[in-house]
């Protein structure tokens, strides 16, 4: 990879990581505005967790693999043509359709829906049903349209979409919970209709260039490409929030965990911004031939790996921090929890860089089959463990269903194209690093250590172990770049 290659991939990396950052960081900053003994406590946190569950399953299926499907059938299109046009909106009009569909469905029985729920306040799925499927929804649009513009390298329409989905969806939470004195219906509300204004935009926009569309022929081809992602999206939101459903008849664990998790989901996003980044790199050296050109596909792999991962340890103790800082109520003890929680982001980008032979080459089936054995063992493991163990039991069910995930992927990877990674920093250094904080957090608990204590070892041992591993590109890559600028 030539070092303006390297410049140009580091400098579009950071710009999308920091816009796809922004709305993650900016819910999370502004939590303790309503936390605390006269606001929200941990018992609410547990409503707005289900509700996040609720929309988050509208998301997977109204998105139904689209993001993903709009970034792969770029590629097989000339951008001025009118069958490019076509494609774009037929996979916005795609979504719209089932989003009204999912809301019917969602009116229809939503008496039903709300008798899978334990908490008074949550049977009532009337109240708060209809502005989980529009917020849902809007999320999708987001997404597909930040897919689009980065793969058209449209940069400033990539920030604005970002952006302001941060700016109006946040905007709006505060709006509403203020205004329904400090109620998870205010919040839900405020998410529908921030998330709503900003995809009726993207929509305008999209529709006025591309004309409104809903090209069958090619909706049949996308759609098969699309149908094992929505499935391994479903199956994803099970991994996901499984855990939840099943804590929800111990509020108050819930929200203390829920909070650590949202916490990490907001480096998450991040982390997803970093990959969107990425992705389109790596397609396009694969494009050129993937055996031809591994060296190419394993130094974009390992700076990815190497941004995450340095993301992932940098962020533990602020957010440990912040939380012990700012929050009055139990929430505040989801501090103690970020290290563990935050080890699943570094299995997920590991099965990001082994799924991308499978994406490109169009192969998608496969997560199907290999996402329903990860689901079952973290179905079976949450119900165990969880009434036992709680938040404990959730964070170690997810991490060995991830483990199942990234293990399942990589031994498909190599069936169908034998990419030539460096297994002591795609496998042995991670994996290393999440059997270390497994360990740290025993010693925690049964030797009584503050949390900071626990998460300072753990930071600074990856750290120290990463700068050795990592030295020659990090010199590497700092000498091309300092020649350049």
Known sequence: MKAENIKEHLKLSFIYTAAAAFTPLLQVLIQPVYEGNNRLNAVDFSHLAITELITSLVFAVALYGMGNAIARFYYDHNPQSITYRKMVSSVFSSILLRGVLI??????????????????????????????????????????????????K?????????????????????????????????YVYGSAIGAALVSIVILLVIFRKMGLHYDRKQMREINRFARPLMQYSVIVWVL???????????????????????????????LQGLQGANQ????????????????????????????????????????????DLFYETAVKQAAGLIPLIMMRSILRTQFVIF??????????RIFLYLNVIAVIVNLALNYLLIPVYYFYGAIAAGLIADMVMTAGIYVYQKRIVDVHWNHLKTLVYPL??????????????????????????????????MGGLYKNEILTFSRRLWKLS
């Open 432 to 465: 290393a690093t999440i059997v270390f904080t497994i360990i740290v957090e025993i010693m925690r608990i049964q030797l009584g250590w503050d949390y900071f204590v626990s998460g300072a070892i753990v930071v600074v041992a990856a750290l120290g172990a």
């Open 355 to 364: 799924s991308y032979p499978a994406y490109f080459l169009k192969k998608t």
């Open 240 to 270: 996901s929030f499984a855990d939840r459903f099943i804590m929800e008849g111990f509020p108050t664990q819930l929200g203390i965990y829920n909070t650590a998790v949202t916490f990490a989901a907001g480096i998450t996003l991040v």
């Open 103 to 152: 809301g019917l469905v969602a009116w229809i029985l939503r008496d039903a829906i709300g008798l899978l729920f334990k908490q008074a306040v949550l049977q009532d799925f009337s109240t708060y049903g209809i502005a989980c499927v529009v917020a849902g929804v809007g999320r999708a649009i987001n997404v597909t349209a930040a897919a689009l513009f980065r793969n058209e």
């Open 154 to 186: 449209k940069v400033i329409s990539f920030v604005l979409v970002s952006v302001g989905l941060g700016v109006f969806r946040v905007g709006f939470q505060l709006i509403g919970l203020f205004f329904f004195n400090m109620s998870f219906l205010g």
């Open 280 to 323: 389109p790199e790596v397609f396009r050296v694969m494009k050129a031939g993937i055996h031809e050109n591994q060296s190419a596909i394993r130094q974009y792999c390992n700076i990815l790996l190497m941004q995450s991962l340095l993301i992932v340890f940098v962020a533990i103790l602020p957010m440990m921090l912040y939380l």
